[in-house]
T-cell receptor, first 113, second 116 residues
Framework: GNSVTQMEGPVTLSEEAFLTINCTYTATGYPSLFWYVQYPGEGLQLLLKATKADDKGSNKGFEATYRKETTSFHLEKGSVQVSDSAVYFCALTPATGGFKTIFGAGTRLFVKA | ETGVTQTPRHLVMGMTNKKSLKCEQHLGHNAMYWYKQSAKKPLELMFVYSLEERVENNSVPSRFSPECPNSSHLFLHLHTLQPEDSALYLC???????????????FGEGSWLTVV
């Protein structure tokens, strides 16, 4: 079946550090891949997405590349800010479509000033 | 006005109470969802409605009863809940998701439920 595995947190970084949050998936065909972010006290919101192999999603300085060969979609940012402190969720929608978007367990990021 | 609005934002209820959570989406989407988010557990999909028809019910106890009167509104009726039902309940919506269509989900801010 389809699944998403992301690195356990929390991840604690100093401001301006480089961020990587690993995400790997299991799915048949070519699912769509997403990163959602949840800021304290809020719901999830889409951060970026990629719908086919080798696509790079990017937003707010964050990037992730759809790697079919390694079934990965790692989230990166070159220089984090305190305001990036949040929980990050990797997710996939199966290639067959449908409503069963699969979410990872979430990775909490703390950024210290 | 935000795309998906939920009310109330916070609710405290006793185990014998009956209450409802309300969700409204202003995005013109065809599908609406209820998710449960508990501490230390992955996001759990509870119900999905597409064009006002329930298409997904993930073994949710009958003390949770969804209602979708139209494609813009979704309710979650709560009755005789247990303390372990305390969680953040997230409503969401998306455009219809056929095969080959990526399904971006738009979430509300959630309703924090505490059962005492």
């Amino acid at each position: 079946g389809n699944s998403v595995t992301q690195m356990e947190g929390p991840v604690t970084l100093s401001e301006e550090a480089f961020l990587t949050i690993n995400c790997t998936y299991t799915a048949t065909g070519y699912p769509s891949l997403f990163w959602y972010v949840q800021y304290p006290g809020e719901g999830l919101q889409l951060l970026l997405k990629a719908t086919k192999a080798d696509d790079k999603g990017s937003n707010k300085g964050f990037e992730a590349t759809y790697r079919k060969e390694t079934t990965s979609f790692h989230l990166e940012k070159g220089s984090v800010q305190v305001s990036d402190s949040a929980v990050y969720f990797c997710a996939l929608t199966p290639a067959t479509g449908g409503f069963k978007t699969i979410f990872g367990a979430g990775t909490r990021l703390f950024v210290k000033a | 006005e935000t795309g998906v609005t939920q009310t109330p934002r916070h609710l405290v209820m006793g185990m014998t109470n009956k209450k409802s959570l309300k969700c409204e989406q202003h995005l013109g989407h065809n599908a609406m969802y209820w998710y449960k988010q508990s501490a230390k557990k992955p996001l759990e999909l509870m119900f999905v409605y597409s064009l006002e028809e329930r298409v997904e019910n993930n073994s949710v106890p009958s003390r949770f009863s969804p209602e979708c009167p139209n494609s813009s509104h979704l309710f979650l009726h709560l009755h005789t809940l247990q303390p372990e039902d305390s969680a953040l309940y997230l409503c969401a919506s998306s455009q219809d998701s056929g095969a080959g269509v990526e399904n971006t989900i738009y979430f509300g801010e959630g309703s924090w439920l505490t059962v005492v």
